[in-house]
């Protein structure tokens, strides 16, 4: 596993990091933990959950199956914005919210420290100024030791490490969406934030499995997959049903080939070639993916195999 610095920052992250979107929370413990420690065997550090997720069960299970381990072996992030609760103050990125959720999440997690404490999404009704003064507040209280945004826009971006300037801890990270078929945050986000010094720790690296090449057109869905499970398939629908895109994701599997690593490694090594990117953050069920996708931190794509492969998904 090879590690890259987050941003400027002296963190180092895994290339290949773990995540828990729709996967911890939903499992078992048993079979989260196997998957955990795959990764650590693997040598992934970086760590990736939300409150949210799982209604906050996904911080509790890995708050349980992280005790076992050494805290200083892990990067561990966690995300706020999502409404947790039924209340006008139950959401957002006010002062109010993003400290308590803070301490929940601390407290679920099991730590005294969140590594990287992300704005989950940008919020319309808070200042932004109070955003930054209550994230450089948990920092210089111990709570957390970076913070990064995700899925904010280039000018919101700006704007935010404008009201930081030299007076107030920025962001180190950005989380986008960022794969094969969804590469918009290249066009202006990820050069501002190289300029800024923010590391990209990339979500949906593999498009929700279908740059896998398991989703084959005019043929039934995996029978265990995601796109089968109705707690899981409403954010994948719309690929799945895309038959000439699957078609396109077919004719990666030469491109493969040639470069003897599977789909999906060809995918993640698609992103790693970036030098804006920090860490990929993948999705894993059983612990054999785990290591096919850990494999992929090192594999060089040469400029020719690039643009075959973004020729064949334009």
Known sequence: MNYRRLGDAGVKLSEIGLGSWMTVGIQTAETTGAVLNKAFEC????????????????EEMWGNLL?????????????????????????????????????????????????????????????????VRVMDDLIRQGKILYWGVSEWTAAQIEKCLEICSDRFDKP?????RYNLLERKPAEAVMPLCHRAGM?????????????????Q?????????????PRQNDSIKRLV???????????????AREQSCSLAQLALAWILRRVEVTSCIIGATRPQQV????????????????????????
């Open 43 to 58: 040598g992934i550090n970086f760590l990736d959950t939300a409150d949210i997720y799982a209604a906050g069960r996904t």
């Open 67 to 131: 005790r076992e381990k050494r805290r200083a072996d892990y990067v561990l992030g966690t995300k706020v914005f999502v409404p947790t609760g039924p209340g006008a103050n139950d959401r957002g990125l006010s002062r109010k919210h993003v400290f308590e959720q803070c301490h929940n999440s601390l407290r679920r997690l099991r730590t005294e420290y969140i590594d990287l404490y992300q704005c989950h999404r940008f919020d319309e009704q808070t200042p932004v100024e109070e955003t």
């Open 172 to 176: 180190k990270s950005n989380q986008p």
């Open 199 to 215: 590391g990209q720790v990339v979500f949906s690296p593999l498009a929700q499995g279908v740059l896998t090449g398991k989703y």
């Open 217 to 229: 057109p005019r043929q039934p869905l995996p029978a265990s997959s995601r796109a089968v499970d």
């Open 241 to 255: 049903d895309d038959k000439a895109l699957l078609e396109k994701v077919q004719h990666l599997v030469g491109i």
């Open 291 to 314: 290591e096919e996708n850990a494999e992929a931190s090192g594999i060089k794509l040469d400029e020719e195999t690039i643009r075959r492969m973004e020729e064949v998904m334009a």
